[in-house]
T-cell receptor, first 113, second 113 residues
Framework: DARVTQTPRHKVTEMGQEVTMRCQPI?????VFWYRQTMMQGLELLAY????????DSGMPKDRFSAEMPDATLATLKIQPSEPRDSAVYFC???????????FGSGTRLTVV | GNSVTQMEGPVTLSEEAFLTINCTYT??????LFWYVQYPGEGLQLLLK?????DKGSNKGFEATYRKETTSFHLEKGSVQVSDSAVYFC????????????FGKGTKLSVKP
């Protein structure tokens, strides 16, 4: 089965450090999402891309977060500087049509201490 | 605005019990509706979907019917198994056929033998 691959699976970092999370979407999927999951807020959409162009990043704190797709096989989410409130599980998902269902990666569990 | 509300968990059932997880939505227009499932330590997986009023989505013994009149999409299963223990998310699409998903907060289901 084709998978969305996220790295790293776990990351522990100190407050103020830069964090980069990576996602390899499924080949042929033209839409890529970044979601953040916390107990309090549930699943929040941070940003999404279609054909590598950013469509919506309104859910992302602009001062510290950035999302890019340098090529069709790689999406990145960066946090600089990281803060304890950024601790969460970050999911990448990819797909073509929403009716076909989007495929989620296994997530990156980020802990900022 | 568009939103999804689902019953709060956790829900604890005995094996072979009947399951209902309630989900209601608010939307402009007629979105497609989805149930996703998240097993421990994994990303979300599409469980079933319905794209228009009165459609019934079904998969693995789970069912949900798109009810426009009550703006609901309740998830049901006649006889749950221990392996169904997971978190279930109701969602609607936003922004057309290639749009993003708006999720409910999730309902944790625990099935005891």
């Amino acid at each position: 089965d084709a998978r969305v691959t996220q790295t790293p699976r776990h990351k522990v970092t100190e407050m103020g450090q830069e964090v980069t999370m990576r996602c390899q979407p499924i080949l042929g999927h033209n839409t890529v999402f970044w979601y953040r999951q916390t107990m309090m807020q549930g699943l929040e959409l941070l940003a999404y891309f279609r054909n590598r162009a950013p469509l919506d990043d309104s859910g992302m704190p602009k001062d510290r977060f950035s999302a890019e797709m340098p090529d069709a096989t790689l999406a990145t989410l960066k946090i600089q500087p990281s803060e304890p409130r950024d601790s969460a599980v970050y999911f990448c998902a990819s797909g073509t049509l929403v009716g076909m269902g989007y495929t989620f990666g296994s997530g990156t569990r980020l802990t900022v201490v | 605005g568009n939103s999804v509300t689902q019953m709060e968990g956790p829900v604890t059932l005995s094996e072979e019990a009947f399951l209902t997880i309630n989900c209601t939505y608010t939307a402009t227009g007629y979105p497609s509706l989805f149930w996703y499932v998240q097993y421990p330590g994994e990303g979300l997986q599409l469980l079933l979907k319905a794209t228009k009023a009165d459609d019934k989505g079904s998969n693995k013994g789970f069912e949900a019917t798109y009810r426009k009149e009550t703006t609901s999409f309740h998830l049901e299963k006649g006889s749950v198994q221990v392996s169904d223990s997971a978190v279930y998310f109701c969602a609607q699409n936003y922004g057309g056929s290639q749009g993003n998903l708006i999720f409910g907060k999730g309902t944790k289901l625990s099935v005891k033998p």
